[in-house]
């Protein structure tokens, strides 16, 4: 039997999770802060001149024209959402 010190496991901070390709902004739902399973995000990305959002917990989409609308959206429906998705 070993006793001493024990190395600390790695903790995977949201931050060094990739993005994926194209995301410029994520809030996690309210189902990963009760989990801890930070896919459950928000997804935000923009291009030419759109914005979109979309929830990896319940599929929510959003779109605008106006970008800092989609990031007052996102939050808000990341706030309140639980929805898990489906196992595979
Ligand atoms: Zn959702």
Same mark, same amino acid.
């Given at each position: 039997?070993?006793?001493?010190?024990?190395? #600390?496991?790695?903790?995977?901070? *949201?931050?060094?999770?990739?993005? #994926?390709?194209?995301?410029?902004?994520?809030?996690?739902?309210?189902?990963?802060?009760?989990?801890?399973?930070?896919?459950?995000?928000?997804?935000?990305? $923009?291009?030419?001149?759109?914005?979109?959002?979309?929830?990896?917990?319940?599929?929510? #989409?959003?779109?605008?024209?106006?970008?800092? $609308?989609?990031?007052?959206?996102?939050?808000?429906?990341?706030?309140?959402?639980?929805?898990? *998705?489906?196992?595979?």
């Amino acid at each position: 039997m070993t006793h001493g010190t024990s190395t #600390p496991q790695a903790q995977h901070s *949201p931050a060094a999770q990739p993005w #994926p390709e194209g995301v410029t902004r994520r809030y996690l739902t309210k189902a990963a802060e009760l989990t801890g399973n930070h896919t459950l995000a928000v997804e935000v990305s $923009e291009q030419a001149g759109e914005a979109h959002s979309r929830c990896t917990g319940c599929g929510h #989409p959003e779109r605008t024209y106006y970008a800092p $609308e989609i990031k007052y959206r996102a939050q808000k429906h990341a706030e309140t959402c639980r929805a898990l *998705p489906r196992p595979a």
